[in-house]
């Protein structure tokens, strides 16, 4: 269970969220939608929102614009973390990493096996750091993103949970 740091007040951060798809056009982005609806309902701002075709180049341009804003603090992708030819999404993004976070692929396909079994080894959900902003990249699927940001991503990008949470490492993250 989550706990809170009582003295410590909310710190909204800024979200872009990018939706890998050849097919979804903003009418059918469930994912998109539910990550926005999530992340504006505990307070954080949306700064930014697209869908773009699987295609590793230019999924690469839209995180590389992101990841160079310093207006985005954290990036939520949902799509292209599958297996099959057109998924991309961690080709794109992990060569952009500074640091990779394993944890949270491996935590993800942890809390993914309990709901769904042994598909989760299909899933290639990634994260990492770049240029001080996080980048967390789910699976296409609503319920997948329903359980990385209930699970991980909301009380991780809540500087008031306890013990550690990422959201109070941010001013420290482009520390030489």
Request: glycine residues 8%; negative net charge; charged residues 25%.
């Amino acid at each position: 269970m989550t706990e809170h740091f009582t003295e410590q007040a909310f710190l909204p951060l800024k979200i872009a969220i990018l939706t890998v798809s050849d097919s979804r056009g903003e009418d059918r982005d469930t994912s998109g939608h539910f990550l926005r609806e999530r992340a504006e309902a505990a307070g954080h701002a949306v700064v930014a929102k697209e869908i773009v075709p699987d295609d590793r180049y230019q999924l690469r341009a839209i995180f590389s614009r992101w990841i160079a804003d310093p207006q985005v603090n954290v990036i939520l992708s949902t799509g292209g973390t599958g297996v099959t030819g057109r998924d991309s999404t961690p080709e794109a993004v992990v060569p952009l990493f500074d640091k990779d976070i394993e944890g949270f692929g491996e935590l993800f396909r942890q809390l993914s096996f309990g709901e769904i079994g042994a598909s989760t080894i299909q899933s290639r959900a990634v994260a990492g750091l770049a240029n001080g902003t996080f980048v967390f990249c789910l699976p296409g699927s609503t319920g997948a993103c329903r359980t990385a940001w209930e699970s991980i991503l909301q009380p991780q990008l809540d500087i008031r949970t306890r013990p550690c949470n990422f959201a109070q490492l941010i001013p420290r993250l482009r520390e030489q």
